[in-house]
């Protein structure tokens, strides 16, 4: 959207701004307290993830805030990636971890009513407590360092940022929202009034001290390090004191944010702009105009149609990469960043709720698959940093203690929500969104059911009703748009309803539902080929909406090599040329080599008809600890692939 049109759209939402909260959400994602998953690995990921965040030090969380305060401390935080990267592009504040801490304790009590979560919860809050208010050299503002320091300038006109306080300055916005979002948190799921108390001291003394005394230069530049990603925080503090200056505080974050200013993503923060924008579609719930949700489900829209890679992820290196240069940046040795990819997602929860389209589940069923489903490896349910598509790369993961990652912090928060999308409601109507084999209950309408899938490796899911008050409503059962059927098969207690979905991708089962009630739902699913490029320089092939892949070999890879100590990347490159197969036909032809493996539901062999040597298809999220490919380059004949690895000299390493 041209920046002019932005700008006549702020002038009228300015104009009809109220403080009375909007209701005119669509439809209701359920809460987490009343979804469980019942087996599967997204559930094996879900306790690995649970495990870890007990085995976390509440000392060391705090440790980082404690020596801002001048303190010394014998217990020494936890490091995250940047930590010793004195090259690193924006340097490291230990602090941001704790933040992160708070919401994935608070979200994973929500989904296991683990009290020992919110036992170690309470010690986290009550040091920082003591930090604020009774401690020696106690200050409200919460600060590790050297974001304490960075604050102190930032709040005097008369000094400028240093460039080394320029390069943490993103850190420190990003490590405050956190801690204020993760104190909301545990205020607003697990009723705690002391996170209540420490978030209203901190979101003060920030405004007081720092935010509202820098000068509109340092405002710019902040903007462009993700200021307006404060905008949700102060919204979510608003949200549980009604306190109108945080609301107001919130609307000018976001007039000066970069949903209201860029014409093209392209080469911009993902992480800045996806911020902003949560902050935008979270003051919509605040406003009884519309304008918000407009502008960001313009930029959502225009994020998903042009500047997701295949897998869901987005970015390259934290940047936008625009799909016109998708076949120039395809080969990077980094990729999507996975915690902007989980931003996108939560932001389409928001999105979704607002308008209910089969859109946005798609997008974040295919992100939960092949990005973050992707990312776990499943012997500690540690998360990959980057998701490359680089053919014969390979997956480097964080450490549990040793290098916390942004991304791994953003992982273990996640893992407790991955039912988040699956189950939303209506006034009088359910909706079942995805796939997953879970149990719910939905307290609006009375209704229980249990869903039995083995789903992505069938297309097929059967609800079992498993109490119900008789009454008559309707369940909208989305219809996948990777479907080969332009038609649902549904069957109620075996009785079968050939439907055509609705405009919104849903189709309508009304029914009076009672106990013992049994629902089918039969999809189809199909081997697509997907292209890349003008030339179809790279392939790639998915079933249904995921990713397949193939295990090329570990190439002198060893298993302590997909594990990052300090840097996040993957560093050990293999020739793509050399090492990786490749297709010498027309795309036209490519799937006449492809066969399906007898007695595998998502498993296909590509025979040397088409490609230089053999490969087995699956999932790659099933593919760890080697490496793998997703995308294979093309050429137009066996003679100029063959010239082309000729060429090329054959590397181990």
């Not at 940046?329 to 960043?337: K, N």
């Not at 709720?353 to 992100?367: G, I, L, P, T």
Request: aromatic share 12%.
């Amino acid at each position: 959207m041209n920046t002019k049109v932005f700008a006549v759209l702020m002038l009228t939402l300015i104009g009809a701004f109220t403080l009375k909260a909007q209701d005119s959400c669509k439809v209701e994602l359920l809460p987490l307290t009343d979804i469980s998953i019942t087996r599967g690995d997204f559930r094996d990921i879900q306790e690995l993830n649970h495990n870890y965040i007990n085995s976390l030090s509440v000392h060391k969380l705090v440790a980082s805030f404690k020596m801002g305060t001048g303190q010394k401390s014998k217990i020494k935080p936890y490091p995250i990636h940047q930590t010793s990267l004195k090259s690193d592009s924006y340097g490291s504040v230990n602090g941001e971890l704790a933040g992160a801490y708070l919401s994935a304790a608070a979200k994973m009590f929500q989904t296991t009513a683990d009290n020992l979560l919110l036992d170690s919860a309470d010690i986290v809050l009550q040091e920082l407590n003591k930090l604020q208010v009774s401690g020696k050299n106690a200050d409200p503002l919460l600060a590790p360092l050297p974001m304490r320091g960075v604050w102190e300038v930032i709040g005097n006109p008369n000094v400028e940022l240093s460039e080394e306080q320029y390069a943490l300055a993103k850190e420190t916005i990003y490590t405050a929202s956190k801690l204020l979002m993760g104190l909301c948190d545990i205020y607003t799921i697990a009723k705690r009034d002391i996170a209540k108390q420490i978030a209203v001291l901190y979101a003060d003394a920030l405004l007081d001290r720092v935010l509202q005394k820098a000068s509109p230069e340092k405002q710019e530049v902040l903007y462009k390090l993700g200021l307006g990603s404060l905008s949700s925080s102060y919204l979510s503090l608003y949200g549980i004191t009604q306190n109108e200056n945080y609301l107001n505080y919130a609307k000018e974050l976001i007039e000066g944010s970069t949903i209201c200013t860029l014409d093209s993503l392209a080469g911009h923060d993902v992480k800045v702009v996806i911020g902003d924008m949560y902050g935008a579609a979270l003051l919509g719930r605040y406003v009884q105009d519309t304008v918000y949700q407009e502008l960001v489900y313009t930029r959502w829209n225009d994020i998903v149609d042009n500047y997701v890679w295949l897998t869901g992820g987005i970015g390259v290196k934290g940047k936008f990469v625009h799909k016109s240069e998708f076949v120039a940046m395809a080969e990077d040795l980094c990729g999507s960043e996975l915690c902007n990819t989980l931003d996108f997602m939560e932001l389409t929860q928001l999105m979704y709720e607002n308008y209910a389209e089969q859109k946005m589940v798609s997008y974040y069923e295919r992100a939960l698959y092949n990005t973050l489903y992707a990312a776990y490896e499943l012997d500690g349910g540690m998360a990959a940093y980057y998701s490359t598509m680089r053919p014969g790369h390979y997956k480097k993961y964080s450490t549990p203690y040793e290098t916390v990652s942004c991304c791994a912090q953003a992982a273990y928060e996640f893992a407790a929500q991955f039912t988040q999308m699956v189950y939303a409601h209506a006034d009088s109507a359910l909706y079942v969104n995805m796939f997953v084999p879970s149990s719910m209950w939905c307290e609006e309408l009375g209704i229980s059911l249990m869903q039995q899938t083995k789903f992505p490796h069938q297309g097929r899911t059967t609800l079992f009703i498993t109490d119900a008050p008789g009454n008559e409503f309707s369940i909208f059962l989305r219809h996948a748009d990777w479907s080969l059927s332009n038609v649902s098969n549904a069957f109620i207690n075996g009785v079968r309803y050939k439907l055509e979905p609705n405009e919104n991708g849903y189709v309508e089962l009304h029914h009076a539902w009672k106990e013992g009630d049994v629902i089918t739902l039969n999809l189809t699913q199909q081997l697509d080929l997907n292209t890349m490029g003008d030339n179809q320089e790279y392939v790639a092939f998915s079933y249904g909406p995921v990713l397949l892949g193939a295990d090329i070999g570990n190439y002198g890879l060893y298993y302590d090599d997909f594990f990052g100590t300090n840097r996040m990347a993957p560093t050990e490159k293999i020739s793509v040329e050399s090492n990786v197969p490749m297709f010498y036909v027309e795309p036209s032809l490519i799937k006449k080599g492809v066969t399906k493996v007898p007695g595998e539901d998502a498993k296909f062999t590509v025979g040397t008809t088409v490609i230089t040597e053999k490969v087995d298809l699956l999932p790659w999220y099933d593919i760890r600890f080697t490496r793998s490919a997703t995308l294979f380059r093309r050429y137009d004949s066996r003679d100029e692939a063959d010239d082309v690895r000729s060429r090329a000299a054959v590397t181990t390493n």
